[in-house]
């Protein structure tokens, strides 16, 4: 069974940085694809970006390419996305995702406030 388990969400400041952890099991990481979402209130699910089984990262959302930066431990089987310098438009639940699959975390909150 797949489960995917994201930690590393909470309440931080503008301009702070912050690094979302994605803990992977029940499939062989280093073959998989696997994307970051979050929706924010109100809104729909978006995609931010994904990693590859070859370790190449793609951050979809244009307005962010600057400040998320998506990366993997094959070893520990966890994803990771930092975000800096953090703006208040980043709070959102965040959500680890097998990519292209109804496989889900439970999402972590971000919540950027000052």
């Known amino acids: 069974q797949v489960q995917l388990v994201e930690s590393g969400g909470g309440l931080v400041h503008p301009g702070d940085s912050l690094r979302l952890s994605c803990a992977v099991s029940?499939?062989?990481?280093?073959?998989?694809?696997l994307a970051w979402y979050r929706q924010a209130p109100g809104e729909e699910r978006e995609l931010v970006g994904f990693?590859?089984?070859?370790?190449?990262?793609?951050i979809s959302k244009r307005d962010a390419k600057d400040r998320f930066t998506i990366s993997s431990d094959n070893a520990q089987q966890i994803l990771y996305l930092q975000i800096n310098p953090l703006k208040p438009e980043d709070s959102a639940v965040y959500y680890c995702?097998?990519?292209?699959?109804?496989?889900w975390g439970q999402g972590t909150q971000v919540t950027v406030s000052s």
């Open positions: 995702n097998l990519y292209k699959t109804t496989i």
């Open positions: 029940g499939l062989v990481f280093r073959f998989s694809t």
């Open positions: 990693i590859n089984s070859g370790g190449a990262a793609t």
